[in-house]
């Protein structure tokens, strides 16, 4: 099984964007649903926005109008892009593929290690 790598955290003022990238290298059969979760200090792991292998999207009422979930099947890679951020949007972001690497095992949604994203001024 491959470890999606997620990128493209850091530091931004409120208001600001940034674009997560989550991708799984190496021998890949299918990629299908994704979801992108975070986990603010203190805070359980929650769910942020989800993409089936058919491109349908679902996003937490928080984030709607904000952030955008996104895939590029060809690049094996996954997208969050996050505009107008606020402060409470500060934590690790983690992404978790449903995805198929192994010819005669099935499908396994598989946690990639997360980057940080702080939102300060």
């Known amino acids: 099984q491959v470890q999606p790598v997620e990128s493209g955290g850091g530091l931004v003022q409120p208001g600001g964007s940034l674009r997560l990238s989550c991708t799984a290298s190496?021998?890949?059969?299918?990629?299908?649903?994704v979801g992108w979760y975070r986990q603010a200090p203190g805070k359980q792991r929650a769910l942020v926005a989800r993409?089936?292998?058919?491109?349908?999207?679902n996003y937490v009422d928080s984030v709607k109008g904000r952030f955008t979930i996104s895939r590029d099947n060809a690049k094996n890679t996954m997208y969050l892009q996050m505009n107008s951020l606020k402060t409470e949007s500060t934590a690790v972001y983690y992404c978790?593929?449903?995805?198929?690497?192994?010819?005669?095992?099935?499908?396994?949604?598989?946690w990639g290690q997360g980057t940080k994203v702080t939102v300060s001024s």
């Open positions: 993409i089936t292998s058919g491109g349908t999207t």
């Open positions: 978790n593929a449903l995805l198929h690497s192994v010819r005669n095992s099935p499908p396994q949604g598989s």
């Open positions: 190496g021998s890949i059969r299918s990629i299908y649903d």
